[in-house]
């Protein structure tokens, strides 16, 4: 397996500009997470989907942030209109179910894409 | 609310000399628990977990960590550190319930020639 891919590696954009970050996880896996990571806050989970349904999109930070999972094999991250506070790594990452949820509980964890480093000047 | 606290942001050890990275959770019930190494420009990989069962676990690249309830530490170990064990390595938890993995602010491992 490839493992979680992630498009692209690196983004330059200016401000006010659309920008969509894509994904596709691991086959078989039925769980997908958006992360983002900057030195001030760490790193945040932005929404998680469960069978290509949003399960919690608590952590996702304003409006002009939003999320899909169109089909098992992809999904998408869109910041519009983008700012530069929004300059960060944004990572995937997918995972089957945790034990106690299904038969392949013990190979549970998560697996994460190499990110996208989004730049927004 | 379960959170993670990973003490010492850098860490520095001597190649040879044994790695204690700390890290200390809370959670109301028993969580699952589990360490990361992130790799300068890459993203996190799984270096081991604990679910239930031994609380001793072994994990990849000779780190092993384990869980003591009582302290409610999960203290990740290597008996000798490798120049290439340089890296971020980020404590996390999550619960059965919830799903969520909850990161740790992370330690960033030096390891002297």
């Known amino acids: 397996d490839a493992g979680v891919i992630q498009s692209p590696r690196h983004e330059v954009t200016e401000m006010g500009q659309e920008v969509t970050l894509r994904c596709k996880p691991i086959?078989?896996?039925?769980?997908l997470f958006w992360y983002r990571q900057t030195m001030m806050r760490g790193l945040e989970l932005l929404i998680y989907?469960?069978?290509?349904?949003?399960?919690?999109d608590s952590g996702m930070p304003e409006d002009r942030f939003s999320a899909k999972m169109p089909n098992a094999s992809f999904s998408t991250l869109k910041i519009q209109p983008s700012e530069p506070r929004d300059s960060a790594v944004y990572f995937c990452a997918s995972s089957l179910p945790p034990p106690g949820q299904g038969a392949m509980g013990p190979s549970y964890g998560y697996t994460f894409g190499s990110g996208t480093r989004l730049t927004v000047v | 609310a379960q959170s993670v606290t990973q003490l010492g942001s850098h860490v520095s050890v001597s190649e040879g000399a044994l790695v204690l990275l700390r890290c200390n959770y809370s959670?109301?019930?028993?969580?699952?628990l589990f360490w990361y190494v992130q790799y300068p420009n890459q993203g996190l990989q799984l270096l081991l977990k604990?679910?239930?069962?031994?609380?001793l676990v072994k994990g990849i690249n000779g780190f092993e960590a384990e869980f003591k309830k009582s302290e409610t530490s999960f203290h990740l170990t290597k008996p000798s550190a490798h120049m290439s064990d340089a890296a971020e390595y980020f404590c996390?938890?999550?619960?059965?319930?919830?799903?969520?993995?909850?990161f740790g602010s992370g330690t960033r491992l030096l390891v002297r020639p």
């Open positions: 959670s109301s019930v028993p969580p699952y």
């Open positions: 086959s078989g896996h039925d769980y």
């Open positions: 989907f469960n069978n290509n349904v949003p399960i919690d």
């Open positions: 996390a938890v999550t619960l059965d319930s919830s799903y969520k993995l909850i």
């Open positions: 604990y679910t239930t069962g031994a609380t």
